[in-house]
């Protein structure tokens, strides 16, 4: 598989909010381990160690192309992809996101919500996320009936 291809899955499955919001779990409301209404960046990566295993569909140790659903496989070589998850978190270039490499990559999706930067998400925060999480997936959805 193309890096391009890998990376673009890996995009899809990991980092995009508004696919969060759609599955009707959004990975703030996930991250917020301690249930206090605020999510902290250690809170955030923790969750990801928990998520790790649900992306990691066969049970293989890291996340690579044999993870995607055959249908997004299929529609997004029909579509090109583009860089971006593998780049992101693919840290040794081999094609794969480990463990260590997808808890402890960039965390550009909360740094993105931590409008005043103090490594909280408090309430006003994580509710901007969410709206910013809504709008994308209603373009998502219209681009996609386009």
Do not use: C
Not at 18 to 23: K, N, S, V
Not at 75 to 91: I, T, Y
């Amino acid at each position: 598989m193309s890096r391009t291809f890998v990376s673009a899955a890996l995009l899809i499955l990991l980092s995009t909010p508004a696919l969060a919001q759609m599955r009707g779990e959004g990975v703030f409301e996930r991250s917020d381990l301690n249930k206090d209404g605020t999510v902290t960046r250690e809170e955030f990566v923790a969750a990801r160690a928990d998520h790790f295993a649900k992306l990691d569909r066969n049970s293989d140790g890291y996340i690579d192309s044999n993870d995607v659903p055959e249908r997004l496989a299929k529609r997004r070589k029909q579509k090109g992809g583009s860089d971006g998850m593998a780049g992101q978190f693919d840290a040794d270039g081999d094609k794969k996101v480990t463990k260590d490499e997808f808890v402890n990559g960039p965390t550009k999706l909360f740094d993105r919500a931590d409008t005043d930067k103090d490594n909280v998400l408090d309430a006003t925060e994580l509710a901007a996320a969410k709206e910013a999480a809504k709008a994308a997936g209603d373009n998502w959805r219209n681009r996609k009936r386009q």
